[in-house]
């Protein structure tokens, strides 16, 4: 059962095309945070800038990593939106379920889905007393030591009142080989804790009330991709003359290494309150979710990614509140007509104070600019979806929604506010101002031609409203984007150990809303692309031909273009280190972080051993090639990633150990590459691990 329509529905019953992970396919592909469902997802990229990340469904995806602008494909957590961009970097910690919807959501979901959207599903408390406690400790390059500590209890604390409580600490020594001081980077620490309240008053009603402390401190492992950094000469004096050595310049030459020239930071803190209410009211159910996020982010990174001091970005005090408010109506007869209709309020107040700081030689002081951007989003919204049984066999999905946005926008340059008419887009009041108003609708069909099989198709459009450039210096802000979807599939059991559900889909996207780093490389900038064309086919297919065996693929193909970019950033290495940015026409380019091709196959196997049980599983990963940037000049070349487990349990099933490993191939691969003014830094996956661990059942 699966909630991609706001209600439980068969997976094998829904008109659009679901990638639904369950909390033990998670466990064995090694899945940790969101971003790790690249492994398991067809057509789902999880790429990051650095503390936030930047998902891709299908080739949509953003990249704007200010207050205010949020991702397009859009994140989460049972069912509450994260807003944040930086929040979308979601630990894992005791989820039922999580369930990857691709394509534009533009009725019961809408906000921001243009591409699609993941939800995280965790599990509500329940009144039958029990627990977990699971613990790991691994080993990676540079004995860095990795641990993983996890917890879960729920239980009835009166007969109408149940508790849980979930806690998770992960931590890992660094694993980057500091090549400046000596030692190592990349250590990191995550902390937590959610806990849960399930109120019954009666048998008709549930209300859930959902708590949750999130903080992680990590160090940056950033290296020049290819050696390239301003850092390695200072320009020539004269118009002409040859780029001057610096000498003691350190740069690294192969993955994970660092020679950075300040102590990189990345520190997350997230706090989420919310509350969900169920009330079967006859024929109707009433559903309610509210939910308040406020995130606090400091990160400060070395732009040249050298140990010559030439430019970091300082991104402090960045806070944003987040408040959503969702009423939903839904049917609950039993007739031929299944409805929801409902009404959705967002509002967002954040800020930031981001530091860029530069100088043009290596001998020459630093100097710094600050800018102080603030910004508001109010978000309104009422939709309704119907589903009509026309014969026992064939049914009809209509749906809309009428969204209406309003942005507004403040810069302060080194405590100066920008105003009008000097500054464009600002009022002489220093307000910058935008709103929108957007219908986006749903059309599927559904034929059962079998018992257990079915084909459908699907028309439907989504949108994202324009946002500011929070790094930039104007009051003008982007155009909105749109996108036309339209989808076949066929969803099939065949076999009562098997399924298998194909889907092949065709997006017509405009106004592709992108971010580049600004010349000099230590801001960015924001401009909408013109156009991007996307077709493809996805396969996902999960056997379990024995009771000791279970089979889990898929597939993916993605032809994903910019169809119309003729103004996009260039970045072209200098003989000197760091880069030219110029411009040029992309049109007819790959798009960023979409492969053509991705698969994954994993499996499950058990058999009975020494009277408890052994479990074997593993998961491979394989990607095409993809380019990091719009010109396609920066590439991570086809790569494949692979994990594993071996178990064995006990009897009564209350113990279990294990040997576990991730990246058991030990690839270099690219989380992030990033072009500036002062060069390309390269941010790679995690390395090999290798690991022990044990869990207890009670």
């Known amino acids: ?86 929040s979308t970097t979601v630990e894992l910690v005791e989820v039922e379920r999580v369930e990857v919807l691709k394509g534009p959501q533009g009725t019961v979901f809408g906000r921001n889905a243009t591409g699609g959207l993941i939800n995280v599903i965790t599990p509500d408390p329940e009144f039958t007393t029990r627990g977990r406690i699971t613990a790991k400790y691994g080993r990676m390059r540079g004995d ?31 694993y980057a080989d500091d090549l400046v001081n000596g030692g190592h980077t990349g250590a990191a620490r995550v902390i937590d804790i959610r806990s849960k309240l399930l109120f019954e008053p009666s048998m008709s009603s549930r209300i859930i009330v959902t708590a949750q402390f999130a903080d992680s401190n990590s160090e940056p492992t950033n290296q ?46 997230r706090y989420n309150l919310s509350v969900r209410t169920e009330f079967e009211l006859g024929n109707v159910n009433l559903e309610t979710s509210t939910g308040y996020s406020r995130s606090e982010n400091l990160q400060d990174i070395d732009s040249d990614a050298s140990n010559i001091y030439r430019g970091a970005t300082l991104l402090d005090d960045s806070k944003v509140d987040a408040f959503s408010q969702e009423i939903r109506l839904l049917s609950a007869g039993s007739g031929r007509l299944n409805w929801i209709i409902g009404a959705y309020a967002f509002h967002l107040d954040g800020g930031m104070g981001l530091t860029l700081v530069g100088s043009p030689r ?29 014969t026992d066999n064939f049914f009809v999905t209509l749906g809309g929604r009428y969204s209406h946005e309003e942005r507004k926008f403040r810069q302060a340059v080194n405590g100066v506010p920008l105003v009008g008419p000097t500054t464009p887009g600002f009022n002489e009041d220093g307000l910058a101002e935008m709103s929108f108003g957007k219908w986006t609708y749903k059309v599927a069909l559904r034929y059962n031609f079998a018992d257990d099989a079915n084909f459908y198709a699907s028309y439907g459009t989504g949108f994202k409203s324009g946002v500011f450039n929070g790094f930039g210096l104007s009051g003008i802000g982007t155009d909105p984007e749109e996108i036309d979807a339209w989808e076949v599939g066929m969803k099939a059991e065949p076999l009562h150990w098997l399924r298998t559900n194909i889907s092949a889909f065709y997006y017509d996207y405009s106004g592709l809303q992108v971010t580049a780093r600004a010349p000099g490389g230590l801001g960015f900038q924001l401009q909408n ?170």
């Open 362 to 390: 290596s001998t020459v002081d630093t100097t710094s600019t600050l800018l102080s951007p603030e910004v508001k989003t109010t978000s309104l919204a009422g939709f309704a979806e119907g589903t009509y049984e026309v």
């Open 224 to 269: 020049p991709f290819n050696g390239n950094t301003a850092g390695r000469t200072d320009p020539p004096l004269t118009p002409g003359g040859d780029p001057i050595p610096v000498p003691n310049v350190i740069v690294p030459t192969e993955p994970w290494q660092t020679s950075l020239s300040l102590e990189p930071v990345l520190d997350y803190t």
């Open 529 to 698: 692309a013109a156009s991007a064309e996307i077709y493809g086919a996805e396969i996902e297919v999960t056997a379990a031909p024995t009771n000791n065996l279970q089979i889990r693929t898929g597939a993916g193909y993605t032809h994903a273009d910019y169809e119309d970019f003729p103004d996009s950033p260039l970045y072209i290495p200098l003989p000197g280190g760091g880069n030219l940015q110029t411009s040029t026409d992309a049109s007819g380019n790959q798009m960023a972080r979409s492969p053509r091709f991705t698969a994954n196959i994993g499996f499950d196997w058990g058999a009975d051993l020494a009277e408890g049980r052994l479990g074997v599983t593993g998961n491979v990963f394989h990607s095409s090639k993809v380019y990091h940037d719009f010109a396609n000049t920066l590439v991570q070349e086809a790569y494949e990633l692979a994990s594993g487990e071996i178990s064995w349990t006990t009897p009564d099933e209350n113990l279990r150990f294990f040997l576990w490993g991730t990246n058991l191939t030990n690839a270099k691969v690219a989380q992030q590459i990033s072009p500036g003014g002062l060069g390309t830094y390269i941010v790679y996956e995690r390395p090999r691990r290798l690991g022990i661990g044990a869990q207890l059942n009670f």
């Open 144 to 174: 860095a030591n990795d641990y993983d500590l996890r917890a879960y209890v729920t239980g009835g604390l009166t007969d109408k009142i149940a508790a849980d409580f979930a806690a998770l600490y992960r931590e890992n020594d660094g």
């Open 1 to 86: 059962m699966v909630t991609a329509t706001r209600r439980e529905e068969r997976l094998q019953n829904i008109p659009v095309t679901v990638s639904a992970v369950t909390a033990s396919t998670l466990g064995n592909a090694g899945v940790v945070e969101v971003r790790d469902l690249t492994k398991v997802v067809p057509g789902f990229n999880g790429a990051r800038n650095l503390s936030a990340m930047l998902p891709t469904i299908r080739g949509v995806g953003s990249s704007g990593v200010t207050v205010g602008d949020e991702a397009n494909v859009a994140t989460y957590i049972d069912g509450i939106y994260q807003a944040d961009p930086f």
